[in-house]
């Protein structure tokens, strides 16, 4: 069944069209604020849009698009919502936490508890049936949540940063988890994590201010990220400006010289990407070589691996620390960040 | 004080401790005096005279129908205000709990004046036959008419602490909304709930003003036990204080029941974390 959603809610700056095939997994990124829970909240019909409709399949969700006027409650929907939280109910044992589903939808007891041993089994916490949700770990509740939500046999699973409030020891198990049981589902994860992008999700969009601002194959979006907010995730700078020959032209008209794997026409819209690793620091401007110079003022330094990451201008460096030390560099001062030409991927935007 | 090794620090200065023990004795110190005042070798006698059991039995069965009462209306009251905004709802709060600070006899003129013989809705139930007024019908109606803010109070502080995080949840996994309150939203303010309705049965257990406004003082009908320590004061001051004291016994036992109760049900829960 293809998931299709259009939505818009003035009040929260949202305006969202998406469409899930059957089986895929999508991952949601994006910076704080940016409208990714009030996606799965208008999916699960926690919170009502201004305009819009969405469907599973033949099956209508909403449809407040012109005339029309249907709202569909959330029992209805068949699309469960796992948070952050696990949000166990704290007065049922896990088995009866994850029974929860199945009797909502008219199972006996019997059939329920059956059901609820199986996923709990599947999640490997059959051996914690008969806790309450106050005697188990973080990473505990989170997996019996999964298996409450699986339990509930959802068409649509979304999952709201599931793995944000884990420990780093707890976070792998359920990633593990999770890529196991999404196999061959229809779900929607939200997650500021790359990590998960990469190993759970077929696709990723990148929402910022309430809009798409980038989706496409999880590997596509990282190795040639258009946003700004996915080159963050992937590690690499992110210039974006007019393509022209084999480099682009900046708003600025500064013109940053690079490398294409195909011809691209001029004048489109293009941008430069390339890793901090690639940049080396200056502290006067260079001559006569073919390099770009970007002129940028030190924001922040700190500490990335066994590297310094130097931030200026809305760019990384990484720079050994002994190289650090040398320039004397600090917070304030103007640097040269010069990257061969070789080093900077040029691609439309 | 809690000066035990293994306390942290309270942050309460030293004479806040004074003030609060003059506090504490100001409602303790009457409840002795009533205990020095009993006349014990008559104690039994007069608390098992046939008015005495008459009033208290009339009490106890009428406080558990108004509780039942509070309950069935105090619930739905207290979901729709904590969960479901609407216009006029601060004015719907207010009015709900206008009984908590109204002269009980002002709401038992109000209460006859609506049920009453020549009242709003009483002239009506006349007609079909149903007198209210003056019947053990009244006493619970008039002890459900000031104890009802109180079980609403208590139970839409317990719903709004809870949220409804659980309750979406419980909806995304296809459970009714019925089905949500039944086995969600209930069992979690179930303390709240429970203290809401030990109050509410404390309080209709002590009502006065109201039923006798609106009850009347017939034996046997409307004479609860407060009414009958009244009339007793009159006549027999030991009776009236042994009565007294039973009256205070059976909110204490009400009370601690339902604390210790509430105690053991809540440890389990946030015991492990």
Redesign the interface.
Same mark, same amino acid.
């Given at each position: 069944m293809t998931f299709h959603l259009d939505a818009t809610l003035a009040a929260r700056g949202f305006e969202v069209s998406l469409s899930l095939a059957p089986a895929e997994t999508v991952a949601i990124l994006g910076p704080n604020g940016a409208g990714k829970s009030t996606l799965l909240a208008i999916i699960a019909g926690l919170l009502r849009p201004d305009t819009g409709k969405a469907s599973i399949g033949d099956r209508i969700l909403f449809d407040l698009a012109g005339n029309a006027n249907i709202w569909n409650a959330p029992h209805t929907r068949g699309t469960a919502l796992m948070a952050q939280e696990a949000l166990l109910f704290p007065h049922l044992s896990a088995l009866d936490n994850v029974a929860f589903g199945p009797r909502s939808a008219g199972a006996s007891s019997a059939e329920a508890r059956a059901t609820a041993m199986h996923w709990l089994t599947e999640v490997d916490a059959g051996s914690l049936a008969s806790r309450r949700p106050g005697q188990l770990s973080g990473g505990q509740a989170q997996r019996i949540a999964v298996a409450r939500a699986l339990a509930a046999d959802p068409e649509l699973l979304l999952l709201d940063e599931p793995m944000a409030a884990l420990d780093i020891h707890a976070a792998p198990l359920l990633r593990r988890l999770l890529k196991r049981v999404l196999a061959g589902r229809t779900a929607i994860i939200i997650t500021h994590d790359i990590l998960d992008a990469f190993m759970l999700a077929d696709r990723v969009i990148v929402l910022e201010e309430g809009r798409i601002s980038e989706e496409g194959p999880t590997r596509d979006v990282l190795e040639r990220p258009r946003s700004r907010f996915a080159a963050g995730l992937a590690g690499l700078n992110l210039v974006t400006g007019t393509v022209n020959g084999h480099g682009i032209t900046t708003a600025q008209g500064q013109f940053v010289a690079g490398h294409s794997a195909d011809t691209i026409a001029s004048g489109q819209d293009g941008v430069a990407a390339f890793p901090p690793s690639a940049v080396s620091v200056f502290l006067t401007e260079e001559h006569g070589s073919p390099r770009n110079s970007f002129r940028v003022a030190i924001t922040d330094l700190e500490p990335h691996g066994d590297q310094i990451r130097v931030h200026a201008g809305g760019l990384s460096a990484d720079i050994t620390p002994a190289a650090s030390a040398d320039l004397g560099l600090a917070p304030g001062m103007t640097v040269y960040f010069v990257i061969k030409a070789a080093a900077i991927a040029i691609y439309p935007a | 004080m809690n000066r035990r090794s293994g306390s942290g620090y309270t942050g309460i200065p030293a004479w806040i401790y004074a003030i609060a023990s003059a506090g504490a004795l100001f409602v303790l110190l009457p409840l002795v005096a009533m205990v020095a005042k009993v006349n014990w070798p008559q104690f039994i006698p007069l608390i098992t005279s046939e008015s005495s059991l008459t009033a208290l039995g009339l009490s106890l069965r009428t406080s558990a129908g108004s509780t039942a009462l509070c309950i069935i209306f105090g619930v739905p009251l207290a979901l729709v205000l904590a969960r479901t905004p609407f216009p006029g709802q601060r004015l719907l709060r207010a009015f709900v709990l206008l009984p908590l600070v109204l002269p009980p006899v002002v709401g038992g003129i109000a209460l006859l004046y609506t049920f009453g013989r020549q009242g709003l809705l009483g002239k009506n139930l006349e007609l079909a036959g149903i007198q209210i007024a003056f019947s053990t019908t009244a006493v619970v109606l008039a002890q459900t008419f000031v104890a009802l803010p109180f079980l609403v109070v208590s139970l839409e502080g317990a719903l709004r602490t809870a949220g409804n995080?659980?309750e979406? #949840?419980?909806?995304? !996994?296809?459970?009714?909304?019925t089905?949500?309150l039944r086995? #969600?939203t209930i069992? !979690?303010v179930?303390p709240g709930l429970a203290s809401g309705a030990v109050l509410s049965f404390a309080r209709s257990l002590g009502e006065f003003g109201a039923t006798l406004t609106f009850a009347g003082s017939l034996q046997g009908v409307t004479r609860t036990l407060p009414l009958e320590i009244y009339l007793q004061r009159e006549t027999d001051a030991d009776a009236a204080v042994a009565l007294s004291l039973v009256l205070v016994a059976v909110a204490v036992a009400v009370v601690g029941l339902s604390y210790r109760r509430r105690h053991t049900g809540a440890a389990?829960?946030?015991?492990?974390?």
């Open positions: - | 995080k659980y979406a #949840v419980a909806a995304t !996994l296809g459970a009714r909304p089905t949500v086995r #969600v069992p !979690l179930l389990p829960e946030g015991a492990a974390k």
